[in-house]
Each structure stands twice: as C-alpha cells, then as structure tokens.
C-alpha cells in the first residue's frame, strides 16, 4: 500500500491556476492528471488505453468549444438567440472588454484558483496528495468526493461501519475480521465505491489469499486480533467516515473595488454565468415570434411571475456591484441562488467597520432584508444588478457626536488594488 502511494506522489504534481490562466491544450498533460487521480483505485479499475485516449479527446474538444455570447442586460440576453442563424457559430465576447473575466473556485485543501474546468483533477490530485499525512483522512476524502451516487456512497459507509461495530463486540471472532472479495454484498455496495478498499487498509485490513474448503484459494482482507486502544481508534476512524463530507471547491467571489464610474450599471458578461448552451439558444430563437405574441398578450400575474423564474433559471451565477456613499464600487460574484445573508456578509467583511448596521437596496427601490431566507436569483439580482449601499443614520449621528471622522470604507487591500470602470 505504502509504495502504490508513493509511486502516486512522484508522478503528481499541482498546478494552481490563477484568475485568467487558460488551461494548456497539451492533451498529454490531461492524460496525466486523469491517470494520477483514478490510479488510487484498486489496480482491476485501471482505465484502458483506449479509454485514455478517448478521455483525452473529450477534453480537448472541451476546450476548443465555443461559448455563447452574453449581453449586458436580461432583454438582451434574451434576445441572444436573434444572432444565430443557420447553423452559424455563437460569437465569443472581447476577454478585455468583460466585467469580470471569468468565474473561479479556491480548493479548500490547497488554497489554490482555479477556473471551473480544473475543478476536479486538481480536488482529486490534492486528496490523493493526503495520503502522504493521513491514509484514513485521505480514503475519507476519496470516499465521499470521487463517487457521485450518494446512495451508493451511504450504502457502502453503512456496511464498513457494520464491519467496525462487529469486530469490536467480538474482538476475538475471527469470521468478523475476514473480508471475503468474492462476497456479492462487498462487490456490489462496497468495492464498486472508490476509496473504500483504501479505508479498510488504513484500519490495516491486509489482503491474502486463503484456503476456501472444496475451492482454490481466495483473496480476504483480513485484520489481526486488536487490542482494546486499537479498538478505540478504530471506532474513532468509523467516527471519521460517517461525519465525511464532499471535498468541493468554494466560489471564489473575485471582491474588487472600483472609482466612481458613470458606468457602474453596465455589464459584460462571460458565458459561464449563462446557463444554456448554443443549442438552447437555437431554440429559443425558433420561439422568438410566440415570445413577441405572448407580450402583445395580456397577462395574468400568474403568468408573468411563471416566465420571470423561468428567466432565472437560465442563470448560474451573478455579478453584483454596491456603490457606496463615496461612490466607489464593491463587485463581487455569487452563485445565483447565494441566499442574501451571503450577500450582507460579502460586504461586511469588505469593510473597515464591519460592525456597523447599514441597509442595500436593490434596483426599483427593493429595500434588501438580511434575514430573509430568499435566494438572490428570487430578487431579480441576476444575471447581474447595481445595489446602492447606506450606513445607520442614527448610528452615523452618534459616531459625529461624539467626535469621530468619516474614514474610508473599504479595506485598505481593497482600496489598494482599485480600479477604473472601462
């Protein structure tokens, strides 16, 4: 087990990519990071040559596919699919004229940027990397990141935990500490789940092959009689695999300051935070005469308040600028259903007095309330909105009254790294 992790540590190596960094088209190289994640299973799950390479050229056509283009308003996007014509290519914006130039993620085991595409080789490669600090930390992480039925995954963790439970009411038992691979339960709940034969050798579960009465010898995964401590951390490592979690890669909000600008309301969007593809588009586009019947229609709210959250719908993410009483602007990027709380809390955390009450009001004189559990998508703040920002009258009164000087309100790493609107 030891040496199959170190000859996986040799050949990993991370890449952290920062904001803007495009990823290589050098295929081999995606070969690579494809070949060290998937090698920490069981050496039977070896994906084949051909396999390799068919992955390989999936990537790459990835990579090569064109985004949709994305405009600077709702009505405009939605009139989007008006530029496809007869099978035509979707057009791809300026990089240098966007708002922002992408969405990007920070990997909470490395710390590391990276765009949404170098999500989950650079997740696995950072799991596999563990295995060097905490074998059992690791086959956790694998467990409960790399499969994606979480049926399967909580089947498999409640067999391994029955296992546990057996051997330490009957320590001396030694039907309980045998594991026989052949075992249709094993096969079809736990070996199909990858990390799990990597957890049950990290309780030091050892494979052998053993004499079967009337049969030839079969592989077991056999643990040795333990003592009373070993059964202890035993139970604590089963402890480990039911509280797991998903490793995922957080939405990095991108917080950036910018000078007062007459342009603060317009938008340039990339294509990650449009949720159709250039099919869809197509499709839309097809619809476009029914559309312009519909409004010429007159509608129920019913039916109005029907389209509006289909429109949302078609959003992943949202770009939100704030601009503050000295008329510089806070932007940052937030998945489309962020609940508001996570709005309030992007900006108080960007601010030198955090602690002070303050109120944002949304497009349309919408007063924004902190403790409603809504998502920003369910307050038409997508794919993109200006927000006004204003501190506690009264609090602001008490503070002059006392003798205290309006300071600025933005961190100095903000303020240090702020921009013109273009």
């Not at 530029?83 to 969405?103: E, F, H, I, W």
């Not at 029955?162 to 691979?181: A, F, Q, S």
């Not at 990390?195 to 990290?202: H, K, T, V, Y």
Request: glycine residues 4%.
């Amino acid at each position: 087990m030891k040496k199959f992790f170190e000859d996986i540590k040799k050949d990993v190596k991370f890449k952290s990519a920062g904001p803007g960094k495009k990823l290589t088209d050098d295929t081999s190289e995606k070969q690579k990071a494809v070949q060290s994640s998937s090698s920490a299973k069981n050496n039977r799950y070896a994906p084949s040559d051909g396999a390799k390479m068919a992955g390989a050229a999936a990537l790459a056509r990835i990579e090569q596919h064109q985004r949709p283009k994305v405009h600077t308003s709702q009505d405009a996007i939605r009139n989007q699919g008006e530029t496809l014509t007869g099978g035509s290519k979707v057009p791809v914006k300026d990089p240098a004229c966007l708002s922002v130039s992408g969405v990007y993620f920070t990997c909470p085991l490395t710390g590391a940027i990276l765009t949404k595409s170098e999500r989950e080789v650079h997740i696995k490669e950072a799991i596999l990397m563990r295995f060097e600090e905490d074998e059992v930390e690791a086959s956790v992480m694998m467990i409960h990141t790399f499969n994606k039925d979480r049926e399967k995954v909580k089947a498999a963790v409640d067999i391994i935990s029955k296992y546990v439970d057996n051997i330490c009411k009957n320590p001396t038992e030694e039907k309980y500490r045998k594991i026989k691979l052949s075992n249709k339960v094993f096969q079809e709940k736990v070996n199909c789940v990858e990390g799990s034969r990597e957890f049950l050798q990290a309780l030091e579960f050892t494979s052998l092959m053993l004499p079967v009465e009337g049969q030839e010898d079969e592989e077991f995964l056999v643990l040795l009689e333990q003592s009373p401590d070993a059964l202890e951390l035993m139970k604590e490592r089963r402890d480990r695999l039911l509280r797991g979690e998903p490793v995922r890669a957080q939405l990095d909000r991108q917080p950036q300051a910018f000078k007062p600008s007459p342009n603060a309301q317009r938008f340039e969007l990339p294509s990650e935070f449009y949720n159709l593809t250039a099919d869809e588009l197509k499709k839309e586009q097809q619809q476009r005469s029914d559309l312009v019947e519909k409004n010429a229609m007159l509608r129920t709210k019913a039916m109005r308040e029907k389209e509006e959250q289909r429109e949302r719908r078609k959003y992943n993410y949202t770009l939100l600028r704030i601009r503050l009483p000295d008329g510089n602007l806070l932007q940052g990027t937030f998945y489309a259903w962020d609940r508001l709380s996570m709005l309030f809390a992007f900006v108080r955390e960007s601010l030198v007095d955090g602690w002070q009450p303050f109120e944002l009001i949304a497009p349309g004189s919408q007063k924004l309330q902190e403790s409603e559990e809504v998502a920003l998508a369910e307050c038409n703040l997508v794919p993109a909105a200006l927000l006004t920002f204003s501190l506690d009258a009264a609090v602001q009164a008490d503070i002059a009254a006392a003798g205290g000087k309006g300071a600025a309100l933005l961190k100095p790493e903000l303020l240090k790294t702020i921009r013109t609107l273009s």
